[in-house]
């Protein structure tokens, strides 16, 4: 096996990694989490289809159904790395081989449109990443934002298949990999959506990893927060952000749904604060009400009874803790700005 290598963009390049994941095969020169060259070679049709045994040409490359070319270079001294995508006029030859082991065997070669004719040929063994179908089943196994979206899209449509679904925005998807291998890996993901000719709807879907598969938790409403529903409830023994920041959501989605039922709750952010001298604490939320309205801010004051931190009531609007003092204050207000003199006119004799 000889390695893809060659020149790109007037650089030597030899490929050290080589993967294919969601939809793309990646050659890499240098680490994976910050490589000095990166080639993306994104393939037509569907992302979680797994390419084995087929084969791509393109001489000058054209069309919308061709495969989009993406290099990235390190550039001394700047943060990011440059990046170029050929979408055209480019050739290419890439063949693949049966997949065995989570592997993709196949050659490459590939020439590019740019003034030093960027060319790179070889072989190689990819490593397969990310979320697939395979035989028609999907990979549930992948620790993929992917496989979260596909989760949530089949929940979505579970009872109605062939229904259409559109307008979707999944967002804010995510998973956690605790540090204590013995806890399952828990994910997040809120999508936006309209089934056939209903309202507009969103749901917030949390996920776990368990008997080494991904699977729906719970699914939210737009007037749910997922820190109101964790996993693993928190207790006496957890840490205090963890108690504080529960407790407050769990009261705010609750004041809400008695207050403004219709409503729902839209970028909550929490920051919660402790003193264990004076056992006093807050809990300090921004939220809003529609996705398009201005923040709403709050704040909950809790204490330390019995080695817990319990919500003890929601701060009044003027109300602020000092938890260096331990003590519950009234903000400042700001200063009337005085009245401008009126100059005196000067009078004639």
């Given at each position: 096996m000889h390695a893809p290598k060659g020149q790109l963009l007037g650089k030597a390049f030899a490929a050290d990694g080589v993967e294919f994941a969601e939809g793309a095969l990646v050659l890499r020169q240098g680490k994976a989490e910050a490589p000095d060259i990166e080639v993306r070679v994104y393939l037509p049709g569907n992302k979680w289809d797994t390419p084995a045994g087929k084969q791509f040409k393109f001489e000058n490359a054209a069309g919308a159904d061709i495969p989009r070319v993406h290099v990235s270079t390190k550039e001394e001294g700047k943060p990011e790395p440059a990046r170029q995508e050929f979408a055209e006029k480019y050739s290419l030859k890439l063949e693949f081989g049966p997949e065995?082991?989570?592997?993709?065997?196949?050659?490459i070669k590939l020439v590019l449109p740019d003034e030093a004719k960027s060319t790179i040929a070889g072989t190689f063994d990819a490593g397969i990443h990310g979320f697939r179908i395979v035989n028609g089943k999907p990979d549930l196994t992948a620790d993929s934002v992917d496989t979260l979206e596909y989760l949530a899209l089949r929940e979505i449509l579970k009872d109605d298949p062939d229904k259409a679904v559109k307008d979707v925005d999944l967002r804010d998807?995510?998973?956690?990999?605790?540090?204590?291998?013995?806890?399952?890996k828990i994910g997040y993901l809120e999508a936006a959506y309209q089934l056939g000719d209903g309202a507009p709807a969103v749901q917030r879907f949390q996920f776990v990893k368990d008997k080494d598969e991904w699977r729906v938790l719970r699914a939210l409403g737009a007037n749910q927060l997922?820190?109101?529903?964790p996993y693993e409830m928190p207790t006496a023994a957890s840490p205090a952000e963890k108690q504080l920041v529960y407790q407050a959501a769990a009261r705010l989605e609750k004041d809400i749904a008695k207050k403004q039922p219709k409503k729902g709750i839209y970028g909550a952010a929490?920051?919660?604060?402790?003193?264990?001298?004076?056992?006093?604490?807050?809990?300090?939320?921004?939220?809003?009400?529609?996705?398009?309205?201005?923040?709403?801010k709050t704040a909950y004051l809790f204490r330390q009874k019995k080695g817990a931190w319990v919500l003890e009531r929601e701060l009044a609007k003027t109300e602020t803790v000092n938890l260096e003092k331990g003590i519950i204050q009234k903000k400042p207000t700001?200063?009337?700005?005085?009245?401008?003199a009126k100059p005196k006119t000067a009078t004639k004799r």
């Amino acid at each position: 096996m000889h390695a893809p290598k060659g020149q790109l963009l007037g650089k030597a390049f030899a490929a050290d990694g080589v993967e294919f994941a969601e939809g793309a095969l990646v050659l890499r020169q240098g680490k994976a989490e910050a490589p000095d060259i990166e080639v993306r070679v994104y393939l037509p049709g569907n992302k979680w289809d797994t390419p084995a045994g087929k084969q791509f040409k393109f001489e000058n490359a054209a069309g919308a159904d061709i495969p989009r070319v993406h290099v990235s270079t390190k550039e001394e001294g700047k943060p990011e790395p440059a990046r170029q995508e050929f979408a055209e006029k480019y050739s290419l030859k890439l063949e693949f081989g049966p997949e065995k082991d989570k592997k993709l065997p196949g050659k490459i070669k590939l020439v590019l449109p740019d003034e030093a004719k960027s060319t790179i040929a070889g072989t190689f063994d990819a490593g397969i990443h990310g979320f697939r179908i395979v035989n028609g089943k999907p990979d549930l196994t992948a620790d993929s934002v992917d496989t979260l979206e596909y989760l949530a899209l089949r929940e979505i449509l579970k009872d109605d298949p062939d229904k259409a679904v559109k307008d979707v925005d999944l967002r804010d998807g995510h998973y956690v990999i605790p540090g204590d291998a013995a806890k399952p890996k828990i994910g997040y993901l809120e999508a936006a959506y309209q089934l056939g000719d209903g309202a507009p709807a969103v749901q917030r879907f949390q996920f776990v990893k368990d008997k080494d598969e991904w699977r729906v938790l719970r699914a939210l409403g737009a007037n749910q927060l997922a820190e109101a529903h964790p996993y693993e409830m928190p207790t006496a023994a957890s840490p205090a952000e963890k108690q504080l920041v529960y407790q407050a959501a769990a009261r705010l989605e609750k004041d809400i749904a008695k207050k403004q039922p219709k409503k729902g709750i839209y970028g909550a952010a929490f920051e919660a604060r402790t003193n264990d001298k004076n056992r006093l604490g807050v809990c300090e939320v921004s939220y809003r009400l529609a996705a398009d309205e201005e923040p709403v801010k709050t704040a909950y004051l809790f204490r330390q009874k019995k080695g817990a931190w319990v919500l003890e009531r929601e701060l009044a609007k003027t109300e602020t803790v000092n938890l260096e003092k331990g003590i519950i204050q009234k903000k400042p207000t700001a200063a009337k700005p005085k009245a401008k003199a009126k100059p005196k006119t000067a009078t004639k004799r």
